[in-house]
């Protein structure tokens, strides 16, 4: 079992920036790709970033330049960046860790981003 803690989350006006971390603990050994989905009300849940072991990133579309996410092995510990917010960031952002082949995904319970106009 993997657990994952998500942190960071909160109000931020448009145009500004927000750090979300995802601390992971329990069986990680395995978890090769971390990253981060959100889920705005009424939407399905989407890509933001995954991050694998060796450091390969992707992004969705809408978040292309904007995010950024990175991870420390060391610690066990992924984040994301976010800067240049806009209104249709806000979504509730959920952690991922699954392993190499995704047979085996674990999800944090979320944590709410909220971004004023």
């Known amino acids: 079992q993997v657990q994952l803690v998500e942190s960071g989350g909160g109000l931020v006006q448009s145009g500004g920036s927000m750090r979300l971390s995802c601390a992971a603990s329990?069986?990680?050994?395995?978890?090769?790709?971390m990253g981060w989905y959100r889920q705005a009300p009424g939407k399905q849940r989407e890509l933001v970033a995954t991050?694998?072991?060796?450091?390969?990133?992707t992004y969705g579309d809408s978040v292309k330049g904007r995010f950024t996410i990175s991870r420390d092995n060391t610690k066990n510990m992924v984040y994301l960046q976010m800067n240049s917010m806009k209104p249709e960031d806000a979504a509730v952002y959920f952690c991922l860790a699954a392993d190499a082949r995704r047979d085996d995904e674990y999800w944090g319970q979320g944590t709410q981003v909220t971004v004023s106009t």
């Open positions: 991050i694998a072991f060796n450091g390969t990133t």
């Open positions: 329990g069986s990680i050994f395995a978890m090769y790709h």
